[in-house]
């Protein structure tokens, strides 16, 4: 054997070991991609949720203007029959006590939408804030992954480590938002 070829067997394997010592980050950097793109979509969704929460409680709010204004009306053309001068009195009777029944109901269905409309809006912010943590979660996970593959560049594992640390701390983020109520 000559000395040449000697000499590109060591660095074979000496390239060799270098490659195994990396396959670790190599694959915790496969892990951390996952769970990026896991941590993404979650979030997205989430804050899907909290549009359509904000909308629901938008049409909420808006019912419970429209049976507001309708409430108000009616009060306004009961207290014009009570002051107008109408020739039959029975029909004015029988439309009075129709508008006071409504008058009845509708305090039930204001009091109804309003408390639907309230409980989308609290549903709103606590899809806001599992998102939020979704998203420091990506933020976290990104900066790990990005730290990590450092250590690919400078073979100096106190990357790694430090990638790990901020990987660990997305998955808590992550994990806490499904404990948010």
């Known amino acids: ?6 000499h590109e067997l060591q660095e074979h394997a000496e390239h060799g070991a270098h490659e195994s010592a990396m396959r670790p980050v190599a694959f915790t950097m496969a892990v951390l991609a996952v769970l990026v793109a896991i941590t993404t979509v979650l979030g997205h969704r989430t804050h899907t949720e909290a549009v359509l929460d904000q909308n ?7 019912e419970y203007q429209a049976h507001k204004i309708r409430a108000n009306d ?8 009570g002051v107008v001068t109408i020739q039959d009195k029975d029909a004015a009777k029988k439309i009075a006590k129709a508008y006071a029944d409504h008058q ?18 609290i549903k709103v912010e606590q899809a806001e804030a599992r998102a939020n943590r979704f998203d420091l ?10 730290i990590t593959s450092v250590t690919l560049l400078t073979r100096k594992p106190i990357y790694w480590y430090m990638g790990i640390v ?8 992550a994990a806490s938002a499904f404990f948010l109520k």
Do not use: R
């Open 166 to 173: 901020f990987s660990l701390l997305g998955i808590a983020s």
């Open 137 to 146: 979660a990506e933020a976290l996970l990104e900066i790990g992954l990005v």
């Open 74 to 81: 009616t009060a306004l053309a009961a207290d014009i029959l």
């Open 56 to 62: 629901k409680a938008t049409d909420q709010w808006n």
């Open 104 to 121: 009845a109901k509708w305090v039930e269905d204001l009091k109804d939408d309003k408390e639907k409309a309230e409980a989308f809006e």
């Open 1 to 6: 054997m000559e000395a040449n070829e000697s």
